[in-house]
């Protein structure tokens, strides 16, 4: 009997788990019950779980524990994901298909506390969902992301929302192997008797950036058995891993990667608990209980809403003026651009404005307008401003990315602040409306809340708002509510007064792909060179 010794090189090849490998994919994927937090919607409100981040191969098993403590509910998913592991996207969709869930692209938004924050609340409020809405815009699935959502039972996109697809990033690990053989010889031949690994070295690794034959094979076969058409597979093979491909809503249509082109307020609208039959993802919780308990997966402590407020509240500050630039990927190199008006309306705010429009050269930005009120007097002021200089309106905020203009520290990039306007949470109350009527378009999406109520310089406003074409209705909405008690004004009612000219919410304003349309608006720009100097103005 004899011993040997052998070197081997061998190639592990990972396609099955391939990883894309961007520069910074973010925080892992983590799952969290959800309870809309709409304004109206409770007792019964729909519930939805919020999947946010990077998918990597331990997603599938967080994703398992969740749904074990849900005891058989079917709650739709939201999800906002860049991608990540090809094999746990797959796992996930099965997972997704084999409960029967439903899923959207789409951002949750959390009132008061977020998965992120430490210590948000007591002991006593632990297992319980987070409060919040939902909205796409702004919201993405991409990469491996979208196999994740082919296993969606009912799969919606919304107009704002973006799925992408390109080429699968495959890793080669190189790994050398040290084998000891035990053989025996037997009439002259080698008789292996066993081998075992003694020492394994990392020998490099190198990537591949088409699919392979046997990847194509599992991603067809998936899809196929998702009822997927294989037009997805064709489209992210013809798209450079380096680069996203976007599939437009009608082609997801008919690729069947999407079941229809309603947007997630299909799953998570907060009206819907009033349909009949019921759908399965509302729970109705009387006034003086709290909701049953239910777990989140992820370190962070589960934080509860605050009963105080059911939507964000505009900061007790002077209202302050800023240009804002569209910060979405998808708009480069010709963005929006658009006025942030945050903030109490004050004496001063018409010439704060005035200023600023002073400094824009004559461009026509529309205004996104965030407000509890304040001065009616400076609100009829700002708001025939607004109609002198030809501006549309709308009802929104918005979120900065870089840094927030309140604070002191803040300074905008070459003179320009970046981010992204959403109507959920946003409000406009009380003198708000007076200055919102001066707006050549007004607009007031699904999400943002406008409350009226009685106010004194009864002729003044009247006369204004006649100036401003409003019709009569509206005035007398205002005053039939006394002034400590407000009344939100629903989408309906502002257009059938003559306040809102359209359904449209912000996007229409400041959407990210607005500015590929013919004619041009107004407010879109292509930035100057680098080292060009920015128009921009300062904040006032």
């Known amino acids: 009997m004899r011993l040997g010794l ?16 961007p520069p910074d994919y973010g925080p892992t994927m983590r799952f969290v019950v959800v309870r809309s937090s709409a304004l109206g919607c409770e007792p019964n409100c729909p519930e939805w779980i919020s999947a946010e981040g990077t998918i990597e191969a331990g997603t599938p098993g967080l994703f398992r524990r969740l749904l074990n403590t849900l005891g058989g509910r079917q709650l739709p998913i939201v999800v906002n994901s860049p991608g990540g592991n090809v094999d746990a996207a797959l796992q996930l969709g099965r997972m997704i298909r084999k409960n029967k869930l439903d899923i959207a692209v789409g951002i949750t938004e959390f009132s008061g506390c977020s998965p992120g924050m430490k210590n948000c609340r007591g002991n006593d409020a632990k297992q319980q969902p987070y409060s919040g809405v939902a909205y796409d815009s702004g919201a993405m699935c991409n990469s491996a992301c979208p196999l994740m959502f082919a296993g969606g039972i009912r799969r919606v996109v919304g107009e704002w929302a973006y799925l992408g697809v390109h080429q699968i990033t495959t890793t080669f690990r190189r790994e050398q192997l040290l084998y000891r053989t035990t053989y025996r010889m037997v009439n002259g031949k080698k008789k292996i008797i066993s081998t075992r690994i003694v020492s394994r070295k990392n020998a490099g690794s190198y990537k591949t950036y088409e699919m392979s034959k ?8 998936y899809l196929k ?7 997805v597979l064709d489209v992210m093979k013809a798209t450079p891993a380096s680069d996203i491909r976007q599939i437009e809503p009608d082609d997801m249509l008919e690729m069947k990667l999407v079941t229809s082109l309603d947007s997630l307020d299909l799953l998570t609208e907060k009206t819907m608990c009033r349909r009949n039959p019921v759908p399965a993802n509302c729970r109705e919780v009387p006034s003086n209980a709290k909701p049953a308990e239910v777990a989140n997966v992820e370190a962070a402590p589960l934080p509860a809403a605050p009963a105080s407020a059911p939507w964000p509240q505009v900061q007790e500050q002077e209202m302050r003026f800023v240009v804002v630039r569209g910060n979405n990927p ?21 010439g704060k404005l005035r200023q600023l429009l002073d400094t824009i050269g004559g461009r026509r930005l529309p205004m996104v307008v965030n407000s509890p009120g304040g001065d009616v007097q400076a609100a009829l002021a700002a708001g025939r401003l607004i109609r002198e200089r030809g501006l549309d309106v709308a ?32 409000q406009c109350d009380a003198a708000c409306a007076v200055m919102i009527a001066g707006g050549i378009r007004r ?24 100036e401003m074409a409003i019709g009569s209705g509206f005035f007398a ?9 407000h009344r939100e004004l629903s989408q309906g009612e502002l257009r059938k007064f003559g306040l809102a000219t359209g359904p449209q919410s912000v996007d229409a304003l400041t959407g990210a792909t607005i500015c590929n349309s013919s004619p041009k608006p107004d407010n879109c720009r292509v930035l100057p060179a680098a080292n060009a100097e920015a128009e921009a103005p300062a904040k006032l």
């Not at 046997?214 to 076969?221: Q, Y």
């Not at 106010?455 to 006649?466: C, F, H, I, Q």
């Not at 909405?477 to 008690?485: E, R």
């Open 443 to 466: 607009l007031v999406g699904a999400d943002a809340h406008f409350l009226v109520h009685s106010m004194g310089m009864e002729e003044k406003v009247r006369a204004y708002l006649d």
């Open 477 to 485: 909405a205002m005053q039939s509510a006394q002034f400590a008690k």
């Open 214 to 221: 046997a990847v194509e094979k599992r991603l067809s076969t």
């Open 330 to 350: 998808l708009c480069n190199p010709d963005c929006p651009e658009w006025i942030s008006a945050e903030g109490t309306i004050a004496a001063g705010t018409a």
């Open 6 to 21: 052998a070197a081997a090189l061998t190639l592990a090849a990972f396609g099955a788990a391939a990883k894309e490998d």
């Open 225 to 231: 058995e998702m009822g997927v058409e294989q037009g």
């Open 395 to 426: 009802v929104a905020r918005t979120d900065f990315l870089d840094c927030d203009p309140g604070k002191a520290d803040c300074e905008p990039t070459e003179g320009l602040y970046s981010g992204l306007t959403i109507d959920a949470g946003a």
